[in-house]
Structures are given as C-alpha cells and as structure tokens.
C-alpha cells in the first residue's frame, strides 16, 4: 500500500470545527481535499471528531448528508441524529453495550437523537436501560 502524505492539521481542524455548523465552508475545504471526509481531529485527551461526528452532535442534517454522499463513514450517533430507527436498533441489538457509549466530547448517543428531532429514535433509547 502507497503511503500518502498527511493532510495539515490546521486543515482537518478547520473541517471539523466547520462541520459544526457551516456548510458552505465544508463543502469548500471537502473540494479542496477530498479525504477530509473521514478525517480526524484530537480536541485532546483522545476526544477525537470527525466531520460527520461534529455535525451529529450539534443537529446539522444538511452537513451530515453531505457528508455521507461524499463517503464519509455512518456511524450509530449519526443514525441516531438522522432518525435511522432501523440502523440504530439492529446495531444495538447486535452490540447491546453501544447504548450507552459517548461519541465525540462524551455526548451520549440519546443526546445525537435529540439534537436531529429524531422522536423515533428518542423514544426507543429512552425505553433501554442507559447508564448515565
């Protein structure tokens, strides 16, 4: 496999601190670098965030799916936020223990539901047993 050089750093931070919130700077920074996508950051202490994950916890739909038709890799918290009932429920049933993981600055998976609006989804972790 052929080694490909590092993306700036400065560059994955500035993707995704935007995916928080400013789609047309994602969308610009993604055509600049397309492996952005499934880049990385470390806020630090391993809080690590990726594009998809900073638009998961804040709500943002739009940056989500963006994302996702450019390749970036669904995870359960973005199912969650995006109301994907099905994804969330079959993950958790096969892997009962990811209800009560923490995604990107320890926010809980109910928490990536509530800021999507996703009511089925709320309603089926608020009926599990989630640790606090």
Not at 62 to 88: K, N, Q, S, T
Request: charged share 25%; proline share 6%.
């Amino acid at each position: 496999m052929e080694a490909k050089p590092a993306i700036p750093p400065e560059l994955v931070r500035d993707f995704v601190g935007n995916a928080h919130g400013d789609l047309t700077r994602v969308q610009e920074l993604l055509e600049r670098e397309p492996r952005l996508v499934n880049a990385a950051w470390d806020w630090g202490g391993g809080d690590w965030e990726t594009g998809l994950g900073a638009a998961a916890h804040v709500g943002r739909k739009d940056i989500a799916r963006y994302l996702l038709d450019h390749g970036a890799r669904l995870d359960v918290f973005a199912a969650a936020m995006l109301g994907e009932l099905a994804i969330v429920r079959s993950i958790i049933q096969a892997f009962p223990a990811v209800k009560d993981l923490r995604g990107p600055h320890g926010i809980p998976l109910l928490q990536h539901a509530k800021a999507g609006d996703a009511a089925a989804v709320i309603e089926y972790l608020e009926g599990l047993a989630i640790a606090p």
